[in-house]
């Protein structure tokens, strides 16, 4: 008997290319695939249909003019376990918990630092880090 291993995916949701290429970047040493989705519609899609995803990454303001907050909601209602964390640039105390309030696992303020990112993915994803 053959058992696939699926890697485990990462979805990177951000409109801002060098963000997201800064992510993609940080995250390229782990055995995981990243994916990109620049709207709200696209994330509640992916989740519905791709159960190898493990965890989220996600902007409090998208392209779509969708708030994460709202977004956040929608994500847990569809996988309840799916852990979810608030990586932005909108660092005040009533966004923070804002965030926390709408359901989120983690935050992590922008600018952050590459190892601050890599530590909130083996808090939350079972991968190998291939370096």
Do not use: W
């Not at 608030?86 to 105390?93: E, M, P, R, S, W």
């Not at 009533?94 to 808090?123: Q, S, T």
Request: aromatic residues 8%; hydrophobic residues 40%.
């Amino acid at each position: 008997m053959t058992v696939n291993h699926i890697k485990p995916s990462i979805v990177i949701v951000e409109y801002d290319e060098v963000c997201y290429f800064l992510i993609q970047e940080c995250l390229s040493s782990f055995a995981v695939e990243i994916i990109r989705c620049n709207t709200g519609l696209e994330i509640i899609e992916l989740v519905k249909s791709d159960d190898s995803i493990a965890l989220v990454f996600l902007d409090i303001y998208l392209k779509d003019k969708v708030s994460g907050c709202d977004l956040i909601k929608s994500l847990k209602i569809i996988k309840p376990s799916l852990p979810v964390v608030f990586q932005t640039a909108y660092v005040l105390t009533e966004i923070k918990n804002l965030c926390i309030e709408a359901g989120c696992d983690d935050f992590l303020p922008k600018p952050y630092k590459p190892d601050e990112l890599k530590n909130i993915v083996k808090k939350y994803v079972t991968c190998n880090e291939l370096e």
